[in-house]
């Protein structure tokens, strides 16, 4: 089973470019969350996904984020228009049905907006 | 509102002695707690989990913590520390009342363990 996919691992824009970021959660999880971390900070909760749903997006910018997990493929974390402050690592994250059940992350992408 | 906090940026010990992470938290209703460790450039590595019963939960690489439902605590332990244990720790929570499935992370301790 393999764990969760992150691409791609790198990834450098511009200003004023579009980020998106990639992540296929372990087969049969259900839930996909996404984080942001900066250099030596902690993990900031963007957005948690369910297939097609999003159901907590208290974390993420009210601009130029969007996030989307369809019904086939990879959930996406979209960065329109992306600035200097968005460079970081963002980690996604998936778990199965049930609240005592744990996440496991992916490998992260770090973007650095040039 | 969940929140965790992680009150040392940074633990030191020397290799063979016990160590102690510490963790505090706040959620609504009972607390579903999770330690993590990231290693440099890496994701984070599911340790061990409290979801309920024994208030001593084992987890990976010898490592344990104590869920302490009167002080709101969760710390990881471990009785001989190894200078490859050295990395940063995460201590997260979900709160059973919560209808989101987000987990809340803390700030992060990193542990040093010097030879």
């Known amino acids: 089973n393999a764990g969760v996919m992150q691409n791609p691992r790198h990834l450098v824009r511009r200003r004023g470019q579009e980020a998106r970021l990639r992540c296929s959660p372990m087969?049969?999880?259900?839930?996909v969350y996404w984080y942001r971390q900066l250099p030596e900070e902690g993990l900031k909760f963007m957005v948690y996904?369910?297939?097609?749903?999003?159901?907590?997006e208290s974390g993420m910018p009210k601009e130029r984020f969007s996030a989307e997990f369809p019904k086939e493929g990879p959930s996406i974390l979209r960065i329109q228009q992306v600035v200097r402050g968005d460079s970081a690592a963002y980690f996604c994250?998936?778990?199965?049905?049930?609240?005592?059940?744990?996440?496991?992350f992916g490998q992260g992408t770090r973007l650095t907006v040039v | 509102a969940q929140s965790v906090a992680q009150p040392e940026d940074q633990v030191n010990v020397a290799e063979g002695n016990p160590l102690t992470v510490k963790c505090t938290y706040s959620?609504?209703?009972?607390?579903?707690l999770f330690w993590y460790v990231q290693y440099p450039n890496r994701g984070l590595q599911f340790l061990l989990k409290?979801?309920?019963?024994?208030?001593l939960v084992k987890g990976s690489y010898g490592f344990e913590a104590e869920f302490n439902k009167s002080q709101t605590s969760f710390h990881l332990k471990k009785p001989s520390a190894l200078v490859s244990d050295s990395a940063l720790y995460f201590c997260?929570?979900?709160?059973?009342?919560?209808?989101?499935?987000?987990?809340?992370f803390g700030s992060g301790t990193r542990l040093l363990v010097r030879p």
């Open positions: 994250a998936s778990s199965p049905q049930g609240q005592g059940s744990e996440a496991f």
């Open positions: 959620v609504s209703g009972n607390p579903y």
């Open positions: 087969k049969g999880h259900s839930h």
């Open positions: 409290y979801i309920t019963g024994d208030n």
């Open positions: 996904l369910q297939k097609e749903n999003i159901i907590d």
């Open positions: 997260a929570v979900r709160g059973s009342m919560d209808s989101s499935y987000k987990l809340i």
